[in-house]
């Protein structure tokens, strides 16, 4: 079982940023991706920036230049660094992690919410 929290949303004014959090504890077991999606009001959730174990970090067009994935392997932590932030940003981001030697493991967190407004 892998347990996955996300911390750091918010309410922030256009042009501001906000870091988002990611820990993934419980039966760990070779992580392959850590990844953040996001759902807009009244959209699909949809991937915002994915970072797999090995290969290339990748962003959706519309956070490129803005956002900022990161990770720390040793906490088994990843990171959404947001800058410049605007209302088209605004929606719930989940993190996702997938492990296990076949990627089988396909684990969620509960979302946490960002609000971008003036």
């Known amino acids: 079982q892998v347990q996955v929290v996300e911390s750091g949303g918010g309410l922030v004014q256009p042009g501001g940023s906000l870091r988002l959090s990611c820990a993934a504890s419980?039966?760990?077991?070779?992580?392959?991706?850590m990844n953040w999606y996001r759902r807009a009001p009244g959209k699909e959730r949809e991937p915002v920036a994915v970072?797999?174990?090995?290969?290339?970090?990748s962003y959706a067009d519309s956070v490129k230049d803005r956002f900022t994935i990161s990770r720390d392997n040793a906490k088994n932590t990843v990171y959404l660094q947001m800058n410049n932030l605007k209302p088209g940003d605004t929606g719930v981001y989940y993190c996702?992690?997938?492990?296990?030697?076949?990627?089988?493991?396909?684990?969620w967190g509960q979302g946490t919410q960002v609000t971008v407004s003036s």
């Open positions: 419980g039966s760990i077991f070779s992580i392959k991706a």
């Open positions: 996702n992690v997938r492990a296990g030697s076949d990627w089988s493991v396909d684990a």
């Open positions: 970072m797999p174990s090995a290969g290339s970090t």
